[in-house]
């Protein structure tokens, strides 16, 4: 289960004219390098995409040089050592680009939300910039990244067909994968497993499906409500653009419970062995359908997620179930 660890990475509205833009510069450098990682991946069986994914590399390398010739004019020569990671607001991303099996569709989900977020980046940097240079250069950079959206429409319209585009391309549609359905998948995944230990613990210590049902209904519900208030307060939306962190919490929140209610219902039923057959079965369920979600949305290798799902949810049941025997 996931929870609140002292932070030490820096608000965004705490970042001077100097911090923000050696935190641009090096937000550009990556990310060219991200697309020029991609593009040469893609370069055998896309070539027009990877070409494509080159010109954005090379936009990318403008505006970083747009950004250094601002700086060194300003501030000189010595740029702060800042990065997204040292900032409050931005997400770890997870190395796609390095995957052994790259799919387009990862791709394409991918540059979405690079551009995405530094959209995102660049509105909330130019309304706390105060010299007007910067702060029209970063206005700049904003309507810049928001245009590439039209670079990865044309992923769309290269790669999925017309019917494909016409469901994938929509921003509503993605933002509500970024707001509901992966916090939701999130959720879903830590309160299937987080609770199985303490309700076949309580279960097999009493015997009792009434106690070992109001065990995992706490438990459910306490989980729901860490996980909730632990999305919420991970990312206010400002620079990722997930959107609000009260739709995120309750997306998290109440899938994390629905996810540990899932093996306390059975003891619903009032003979023991029956309840736990039929919570064990559950789990069973439970823990291959997180592995295929792991797998489907989140880009895991398969027999990895069985590994990290159903092993590791297996020795937490283990778990459970011999402490409520002791």
Do not use: C
Not at 46 to 71: I, K, Q, S
């Amino acid at each position: 289960m996931f929870t609140l660890w002292p932070d030490n990475r820096r608000a965004f509205d705490t970042l001077s004219e100097r911090e923000i833009l050696s935190l641009a510069i090096a937000a550009e450098e990556e990310d060219g390098r991200i697309y020029s990682e991609l593009a040469t991946r893609l370069a055998d069986i896309y070539p027009g995409t990877a070409a494509l994914l080159e010109a954005m590399a090379a936009e990318e390398d403008d505006h970083r040089r747009r950004l250094l010739d601002l700086y060194v004019e300003r501030f000189g020569k010595r740029l702060v050592p800042i990065r997204r990671e040292h900032v409050r607001g931005f997400l770890n991303r997870k190395p796609v680009w390095l995957l052994k099996t790259l799919t387009i569709e990862q791709v394409r989900g991918q540059v979405w939300e690079m551009e995405e977020g530094a959209y995102s980046f660049y509105m909330e940097a130019a309304k706390q910039a105060n010299d007007v240079a910067i702060r029209k250069l970063l206005g700049d950079l904003a309507r810049t990244e928001r245009g590439h959206a039209a670079s990865a429409t044309k992923l769309d319209e290269k790669l999925l067909g017309e019917e494909g585009h016409d469901v994938e391309k929509d921003e509503a549609h993605r933002q509500f994968l970024l707001t509901y359905v992966q916090p939701g998948l999130a959720g879903l995944m830590d309160g299937s497993v987080s609770t199985l230990a303490p309700v076949f613990a309580a279960a097999f210590a009493t015997g009792d499906t009434h106690q070992t049902f109001l065990v995992g209904l706490a438990a459910a519900v306490g989980a729901g409500i860490s996980m909730g208030f632990t999305e919420a307060a991970s990312d206010d939306g400002k620079l990722t653009g997930r959107g609000s962190p009260v739709k995120r919490g309750f997306a998290a929140g109440i899938m994390t419970a629905v996810g540990g209610l899932g093996h306390a219902l059975p003891y619903l039923i009032h003979d023991f062995w029956t309840a736990t057959f039929i919570a064990g079965v559950v789990v069973l369920i439970e823990l291959w359908v997180i592995a295929y979600i792991q797998k489907r949305y989140m880009q895991t290798p398969f027999w990895r997620a069985v590994l990290q799902v159903v092993l590791g949810g297996a020795l937490v049941f283990a778990a459970g179930v011999l402490i409520g025997s002791a």
